[in-house]
């Protein structure tokens, strides 16, 4: 059986700046500081043009749906208690994509596109993650 602990994201010298920004309730995504293209998840060179660092800047927390799904039945059973939840790839305002939980939004209003915004939760002690709603 796997540990809750094998399964949650990796905190580095270089994303904990990210995840120290979304225990304070901000979402940052990296910006080329030439083309001001936003990406995401991060990393250490902008994509395409390794001679140049990113800047972290502030994101909007608007976001729109690209794609979801409900996930009713987790074979992970550290998962398997927080069922019914909805996995979603949401386009921030910025331009990247991320993968995140939908929340207090019943399924049956659920649309691709529709207008999101972030919010914070612990999804396990001592974690904080954003995660998106309706506005």
Do not use: N
Request: charged content about 25%; overall charge negative; hydrophobic content about 45%.
């Amino acid at each position: 059986m796997m540990e809750m602990e094998a399964v949650l994201p990796v905190r580095d010298a270089l994303s904990s700046i990210w995840f120290d920004a979304v225990a304070e309730g901000r979402l940052l995504v990296q910006r080329d500081p030439l083309t001001g293209k936003a990406q995401m998840y991060p990393r250490a060179r902008v994509v395409g043009a390794p001679d140049r660092e990113p800047e972290w800047v502030e994101a909007s927390g608007r976001a729109k749906l690209y794609s979801f799904t409900v996930v009713k039945r987790s074979l992970h059973p550290q998962f398997a208690a927080l069922t019914p939840f909805t996995l979603a790839i949401v386009e921030l305002e910025e331009g990247p994509r991320l993968t995140s939980w939908i929340v207090d939004v019943p399924e049956d209003e659920l649309r691709c596109d529709m207008d999101l915004v972030a919010v914070f939760r612990q999804i396990h002690p001592g974690l904080v993650m954003p995660c998106f709603t309706k506005p």
